[in-house]
Each structure stands twice: as C-alpha cells, then as structure tokens.
C-alpha cells in the first residue's frame, strides 16, 4: 500500500493543526521534525504495518482515533483528559521521524522497504520521542512522560501491570490500530 501526496497533505495539516490547536506543538520542534516526519513509514517492512512514505504521521492519527473512541467508552468519571491522550498518542513514536532510511532493491523485492539508520544512538522509540520532544521544548506530565516510555516495553513487568490507565489506553490504541493497518491492502 502507499498514500496519495495528497492525503499526505491533508494527514500532515491534521496532525499539526490539532498538536498546534492542543498546545503542544512550537515551531522549533515542527521545524526539528521537518520533512524526514512528514515522510517517515511507521515500520521497516511491508509485513509489518504503514511501510510506506506518510506511514508514521497516518498510524499516529489513527492510534489518537483509536484512543479516543476507548476513552470514550469508559464511564465519564474513569475518562482520562482527552487533550494528554491526544499528546501521547501524536507525539508516542515522533522518534522514527530519523529512524529509517531506504533500504536496498534488492531487499524491496522481499518487501523489506526500509532499514535502520545506524548513524543514530540506540534508543526504543518511545525514548527517542520524549528525547525530540524535550529537545525542542515539549513539556510533558509524569503521566504523559509515563505512557510514552512504557507503550513499547514488552519485556518489562513494571509497565505491564503498574502503567497509568492513559498508558494502558495509548497502548491499546496502538495495537488496534497496527490489527487495522495490515488489514489495508
């Protein structure tokens, strides 16, 4: 699969203006995350899921969709603030706007679209994304800093039975929406 320029457009203006809308989005970090963001595949591999340019900023819209609709289906009273759990959601996997480069023909014919950069330090994802964001000015609550460090801890009993319920929601939203992406062909 991959996303027509223009639905990239509109993807990208949704997810800026609704960051910018909520307050956590400055020029600096829009500037920093730049056009390597805006093109950046939420995966390596077209077994995987949005191994595809647009692919990051198109599942990061779809996991706050997600995300929204859970929250909203709890009792009003267990709802967490919906303007953190857009901020978690659209800022969780920020880290893989340089975490990819293109990766060899040879590969693309085995559907292996992309590879590691390794010119980066090595970081999970969700440290990347706080690191980027805190860079550029970002602030973030125990809570929010919370759920974006533990979603892509699998290994880690910690995060597994004492995550936050905006954790627990951002990490549902997550697989949710990755079940979804590889259903589209």
Partial sequence: ?????????ANTKKYFDTATKLGFMNSEFMKFLGPNFISAPASTMESLHNAFEGGLIDHLLRV?????????????????????????????????????????????????????????VSMRVSERSVFY?????????EEEYGAI?????????????????????LKMANLFAIKHEKTIK
């Fill in 149 to 169: 460090l533990m979603f892509d801890k699998t290994d880690d009993k910690m995060a597994e039975y004492h995550n936050s319920l905006l954790g627990d929601l």
């Fill in 1 to 9: 699969m991959s996303l027509e320029k223009e639905k990239i457009v």
């Fill in 133 to 141: 964001a805190t860079s550029n000015g970002i602030t973030f609550t």
């Fill in 64 to 120: 706050a969709s997600y995300a929204v609709k859970f929250n909203n289906a709890l009792p009003e009273t267990e709802q967490v603030d919906q303007n953190s759990l857009l901020k978690v959601c659209l800022l969780h996997q920020v880290g893989k706007a340089n975490l990819y480069i293109d990766g060899p023909e040879w590969a693309k014919k085995n559907g292996k679209f992309y590879d590691f950069n390794n010119k980066l």
